[in-house]
Structures are given as C-alpha cells and as structure tokens.
C-alpha cells in the first residue's frame, strides 16, 4: 500500500494538475517545433496557428462532453446530484465556467477537430501532421496523469486486501476519498502511455497513408479507456457505460474501419501496374 500525502495545491487555487496540463500542451508544440527543425514539410507557422486554434478548441470540447455527461446523468440519476456525484449544469449554468471537469477525447477530437479545419484553409496534409503529432500527444498525456495522481481525481475503485500497490490519498485537499485503498488508475495508465509512445516511435514511417499513425494511436488508446473505466470510479452514461467508453468503443470501431480500408487500398495500388 502506498501514500500519497502531497498537497495537490502548490499556491492559492493553482494545482499541480493544471501546471501538468500546461506543462503537456508545451511538450506537444516542443516536438513539432523539433520535428520541423528535423525536416519535416512543414513552416513553423503552420504549427504555431495550430497550436493557437487546436488548444482553444480543445478545451472548449473537452468541457462540451462533460457537460454533456453530467446533464445525461442528471436526468437518468437525479439521485446522484443529491449526493453531488454531478452537477446539474442546467439548473447550475454558472458553474460551467468552472476549471474543472475537462475530459481527454473531448481535448484530443476537439483539437483534431480544428486543425483539420484549419488544415482545409493553409492546404497543409492533415494526416501528415497528425502522424507527426501523434507519440507527442501520448506522451502529454502520460504527463497529464501525473497530475491526476497528486490530484487524487480520475482514481480507482476500492482495491482488494491483497493488492500490493494500492494507494491511499491522505491529503484533505485531494479529490480522492481519503484513507481508503483504491487501484492506482493513473499511474496504470501512465505506464501504458508511455508504452503506446515506444509503439508509436516504433511504427513511424512505416504505416501508409499519412494518418495512420494517429488511428493507430486513437485505437490504442480507446481500447484502453473502455477497459480501464472498470476499474475507474465514474457515473453511469448510457447502456451502463461511462461516457468514456461509450466514446471509446465507437473510437474503437471508426479507427479499426478506416485502418482497414486505408490499408487494403494502399495493397492494391502497389499491387496494380
């Protein structure tokens, strides 16, 4: 069993959790900047408006879907708002505005969402740039997850007796129920970050078309968010699922579908004279 005692607060309101996001949004545009000054075909301009219309919209998606959710499970379990397990945005607009309740996909599709679009103006290979982009954005959120861990949000379920890493939040400021042993969701999917970053470096160049990689990675992870939600505390969404995997699984679908076509049409044009 581990302790985890840090106050996740390093001054006024400002936690550790949001210098981790902050410090994960610079590592992505660092490594387009390398990559560019690596030679890859694209002005650093490109990647700096990029950065300056996907960040935005990012978050405002990422806070779209949560609350999306919270609304859903407001209204299907209006008990869980007693308890304040949610938050009732319609009733509570205002709190909308708060820092809070940013979700991955929402931050991922939503950026996906506006460099494409701004990709369709500067005429620049969207799939090309995603291919780049992709082992940073992993390797973000390995970063991001360490945040969550000082946080104590995004935690585990009850873990069992004899679960040996098993950690224990003591601080009164952690968003994780105090004392009590709970599987250590964020440093699981720490490690399996980093794992789909070596991945990803390993496959670089080697899928065709350009996007692949990035399905690759969107693949990946969904498959893992879908499983991980069981160990995860959550709410309810829709079939018994938390949004997370509701998203994951039609992720997972899309991704599978397009690698497979993707692929079989590049095999028959390098195989027709």
């Not at 991955?104 to 799939?127: H, N, P, T």
């Not at 968010?225 to 699922?241: E, M, N, Q």
Request: aromatic residues 10%; contains cysteine.
């Amino acid at each position: 069993m581990i302790e985890i005692s840090i106050n996740p607060i390093v001054f006024l309101n400002v936690r550790w959790y949001g210098i981790m996001v902050a410090l994960a949004i610079v590592v992505i545009v660092l490594w387009m900047l390398r990559e560019v000054k690596r030679g890859a075909n694209l002005p650093y301009d490109t990647i700096l408006m990029a950065a300056l219309v996907g960040i935005p919209s990012g978050i405002i998606i990422s806070k779209l879907l949560h609350v999306i959710d919270n609304i859903v499970v407001a209204r299907l379990h209006p008990e869980l708002v007693l308890t304040g397990q949610v938050v009732d945005y319609i009733q509570h607009p205002g709190q909308i505005l708060s820092g809070g309740g940013l979700t991955i996909y929402g931050a991922v599709l939503g950026a996906a969402l506006a460099i494409w679009l701004y990709s369709r103006v500067s005429k620049f290979q969207f799939g090309y740039f995603t291919d780049l982009i992709a082992p940073a954005v992993i390797l973000a959120q390995a970063i991001g997850r360490v945040g969550c861990t000082i946080n104590g949000c995004c935690h585990g379920i009850a873990a069992p007796a004899w679960l040996p890493w098993s950690v224990v939040y003591t601080h009164p400021d952690s968003f994780a129920p105090l004392g009590v042993a709970l599987h250590p969701t964020q440093p699981y999917e720490i490690i399996y970050n980093l794992i789909v970053f070596g991945i990803l470096l390993k496959l670089r160049g080697r899928l065709k078309p350009d996007g692949s990689l990035f399905l690759v990675y969107l693949a990946l992870y969904s498959a893992w968010r879908v499983g991980i939600a069981f160990l995860r505390t959550g709410t309810p969404f829709l079939f018994g699922l938390h949004m997370a995997q509701f998203i994951g699984i039609i992720v997972l679908v899309v991704t599978i579908t397009l690698l497979a076509l993707r692929t079989r049409r590049v095999r028959v044009e390098e195989t027709t004279p």
